[in-house]
T-cell receptor, first 112, second 114 residues
């Protein structure tokens, strides 16, 4: 079982719709959760971080965390073609390790 | 703040050769990470420095890989006796190690081993 699992996609949504991206993780002591966006041929860039159960909103982005279910999601409202990218979920354990563990990413396509 | 800089952007080498990559982190960042990414996969952790101390290495990291961060500034990653399986994008990231662990990635070095 992979430590961080994501559906590879592609997830295709029409422009203006809500895109929902999901991620599950296996390490119960994980404490910090991040969403990175990676455009094709570019490096990852941080878009959201979340540490507590519940929702965290930042503009059109909402991160949701449920530690009991070991589940984190990212919602993108009013999706734009410029949101088309691969979204990487990353998790940091609370075991003293500093390294982030990344999922394989979900490719999002927003259709104009 | 000029961002994380990596050099070279691309490297083509023959199997068995040694290669070295350089990373210059954001100047005030004390933490530096090396990751490797292949097509269709997320970044895979290789090693981590806090200042000049190498504090973590992936269990998957072969003995052919070595990294340094002299004086806690730039870092180098060397791969000895390269193999075709080493072909990947090598990403460097840095962070300011207080609280929130927000990594800022460089543009990466694309390694092709022929």
């Amino acid at each position: 079982q992979k430590e961080v699992e994501q559906n590879s996609g592609p997830l295709s949504v029409p422009e203006g719709a809500i895109a929902s991206l999901n991620c599950t993780y296996s390490d119960r002591v994980s404490q910090s959760f991040f969403w990175y966006r990676q455009y094709s041929g570019k490096s990852p860039e941080l878009i959201m971080s979340i540490y507590s159960n519940g929702d965290k909103e930042d503009g059109r982005f909402t991160a949701q965390l449920n530690k009991a279910s070991q589940y984190v999601s990212l919602l993108i409202r009013d999706s734009q073609p410029s949101d088309s990218a691969t979204y990487l979920c990353a998790v940091k354990s609370d075991t003293g390790r500093r390294a982030l563990t990344f999922g394989s990413g979900t490719r999002l396509q927003v259709q104009p | 703040d000029t961002g994380v800089s990596q050099d070279p952007r691309h490297k083509i080498t023959k199997r068995g050769q040694n290669v070295t990559f350089r990373c210059d982190p954001i100047s005030e960042h004390n933490r530096l990470y090396w990751y490797r990414q292949t097509l269709g996969q997320g970044p895979e952790f290789l090693t981590y420095f806090q200042n000049e101390a190498q504090l973590e290495k992936s269990r998957l990291l072969s003995d052919r890989f070595s990294a340094e961060r002299p004086k806690g500034s730039f870092s180098t990653l060397e791969i000895q006796r390269t193999e075709q399986g080493d072909s990947a994008m090598y990403l460097c990231a840095s962070s300011w190690g207080q609280g929130d662990e927000k990594l800022f990635f460089g543009s990466g070095t694309q390694l092709s081993v022929l």
